[in-house]
């Protein structure tokens, strides 16, 4: 049980969508304290009872004032919500966290990545009833980050090419209500519902959904590009995404192909002290990152096909130098 009375006050706002509920997950799994817990979400959802540890929650709707007495604030319900209520309820002494993009390229708001740049939440601290805004960042570029960020330590990055392959649980519960719906249907030789994506999802691969820009680029791959250089405080690094959204429910992967300021064999001993220490720490606790060397591979490529969607940790199962780009390329 997470009740503690010294604890902070926790909110969800969205709490009935996917991502709200994996923050109810999160928490459990984390034993995260609190002295109280509100669910809101829309007039819709209001008065649902959810079961969370030991006790059962009734939703509440989502209004101005229901972040009195909120330290905590965990924000999943799209960008408009977030506008809206996000700066009441960090107004009113809640720092929040928002899942969505609303703030993410707003000047004076810390894009996060814990485990990457913790120190842009510098100053920030639950208890001091001074409200904030932090924005975590698109799935795809926590996933990238959080296995480049330290080549990119001991090596700075210069330029960055990602494929992505996005799963179902990106685009919410709808999306992959959609997909199981769609999967039966084509088995059963009937037209698919298409809904959320406008065309077949089931056995089917396309560019990623959100909306094309004038450069050929769609949104969700400029979100790649503008938020990689925002959390590394580079703007200068070369960022180029493919988005592809494929049939499955949920785990994203992705590609990435680095070129680095310094030659690599000045790091490599550096890098294999790396992965050395990432599976130490895969062994011997929690860590965010799971390096799978060739030894283990088969074992851990069929676990994290299967089992990634149940766990925190970002699976990296290839190290390779580029031919092309001689000792500056991995």
């Known amino acids: 049980m997470s009740f503690q009375e010294s604890a902070p006050s926790v909110a969800v706002v969205g709490v009935t ?3 709200g509920q994996e923050f109810l997950s999160v928490l459990s799994d984390r034993d995260f304290p609190y002295r109280s817990l509100k669910l809101l979400a829309s007039r819709r959802s209001a008065g649902k009872s959810i079961s969370f540890q030991d006790g059962n929650f009734t939703v509440q709707e989502l209004t101005a004032e229901s972040f009195d007495d909120v330290d ?3 924000f999943s319900a799209g960008g408009s919500i977030s506008k809206e209520f996000g700066p009441i309820a960090a107004e009113k002494g809640a720092i929040v966290v928002d899942n969505s993009s609303a703030f993410r390229m707003v000047d004076g708001v810390p894009l996060v990545i814990p485990e990457v740049n913790p120190e842009a939440m510098g100053g920030i601290k639950v208890g001091l009833k001074k409200g904030a805004l932090i ?26 090419v990602v494929s992505t392959c996005q799963a179902a649980s990106g685009a919410g519960a709808a999306a992959m209500h959609e997909l199981e719906l769609q999967t039966r249907e084509v088995l059963e030789g009937k037209p698919p519902t298409c809904d959320i994506f406008k065309q077949q999802y089931a056995f089917n691969l396309f560019s990623h959904n959100a909306p094309v820009l004038e450069n050929g680029y769609n949104e969700e791959e400029m979100k790649m590009v503008k938020e990689t250089r925002k959390i590394w405080n580079d703007m200068k690094v070369k960022v180029t995404a493919t988005c592809i959204r494929v049939p499955v429910m949920r785990a994203h992967a992705e590609s990435v192909n680095l070129q680095f300021e310094k030659p690599l064999d000045e790091m490599m001993l550096q ?20 390096v ?31 031919v092309r780009f001689e000792l500056t390329g991995l």
């Open 72 to 74: 905590i604030a965990l």
């Open 271 to 290: 890098l294999v002290e790396f992965v050395r220490i990432c599976l130490k720490k895969e062994i011997t606790g929690w860590t965010s990152l799971s």
């Open 135 to 160: 924005a975590n960042p698109n799935c795809s570029t926590i996933i990238c980050l959080m296995a480049s960020t330290p080549l990119h330590r001991h090596a700075k990055v210069t330029r960055m």
């Open 17 to 19: 969508g996917a991502v």
């Open 292 to 322: 799978v060397t060739k030894y283990v591979r088969e074992l851990h490529l069929m676990l994290f096909r299967l089992l990634s969607c149940c766990y925190d940790l970002v699976g990296v199962n290839s190290f390779r130098q580029l």
